[in-house]
C-alpha cells in the first residue's frame, strides 16, 4: 500500500490532504468518521472567529476541497472513493457555524460530532443526489448539504438543550 498514491508531487501532496493527512487510508473501518477527526480541530478554531468569519472560512475550506478531491478522485480512478475524506474534515466546521465550542464540557462535542457524521451518513434528500455530479464537485456537494442539515440540527441542540445546561 502507498501512502502517498499520485504520479506527481501536486497528486501526492493533494491526495495526502484528500485522505486527511492519511487517515482515510490508514483507518480500519469507516474512513469518514476517522476522516473528520482533523475537522473537530478546524471546527475550534473557527469557532473563536465572529460568525460571518466562520462562513467565510467554510466556503473557502469547502471551495478548497474541491480540487483536491478531485484530484484524489483522478489518483485512485474510482468515484467518490471511501479514502477521500476532504469533504469530511474540511466541511465539518459549517455544522458548527456560531456555537461557542472552546469552554463547553468536552461531551458537547461528542453530540455535535455525532450528529454531523449522522447526516452525513444518511444524506437526506437532496444532499443524496448532489453525489452523482462529476468530479470533486461531486464528492463536496453532498457534505455540504449534509453539513447544513447538520448545522440545523446541532443550532437546534444547542438553543433548546446544550447551550441552557452545563455550559
Known amino acids: 500500500m502507498q501512502l502517498l498514491p499520485g504520479k506527481t508531487p501536486i ?3 493533494a491526495t495526502f490532504v484528500a485522505t486527511g ?3 482515510g487510508v490508514l483507518a480500519p473501518f469507516a474512513s ?3 476522516g473528520s477527526i482533523p475537522g473537530v480541530a478546524l471546527a475550534y478554531a473557527t469557532t473563536l472567529l465572529p460568525w460571518w468569519w466562520q462562513v467565510a472560512a467554510c466556503l473557502a475550506l469547502s471551495a478548497a476541497a474541491v480540487p483536491l478531491c478531485g484530484i484524489a478522485e483522478r489518483v485512485f480512478d474510482r468515484k467518490d472513493d471511501g479514502r477521500i475524506v476532504a469533504d469530511e474534515w474540511m466541511l465539518y466546521p459549517i ?3 456560531g456555537i461557542q465550542l ?3 464540557p468536552w461531551w458537547h462535542m461528542l453530540v455535535y460530532f455525532a450528529v454531523i457524521r449522522f447526516f452525513d451518513i444518511v444524506k437526506l434528500p437532496p444532499a443524496n443526489r448532489l453525489q452523482a455530479i462529476d468530479g470533486g464537485l461531486g464528492v463536496v456537494a453532498d457534505d455540504f448539504a449534509a453539513n447544513l442539515y447538520s448545522l440545523a440540527a446541532n443550532w ?3 438553543h433548546f438543550w446544550l447551550g441552557k ?3
Open 21 to 23: 493527512f492519511g487517515l
Open 32 to 34: 469518514g468518521t476517522w
Open 165 to 167: 445546561c452545563c455550559a
Open 102 to 104: 472552546v469552554g463547553m
Open 11 to 13: 497528486e501526492k501532496l
Open 95 to 97: 455544522g458548527v457555524i
Open 156 to 158: 437546534a441542540l444547542y
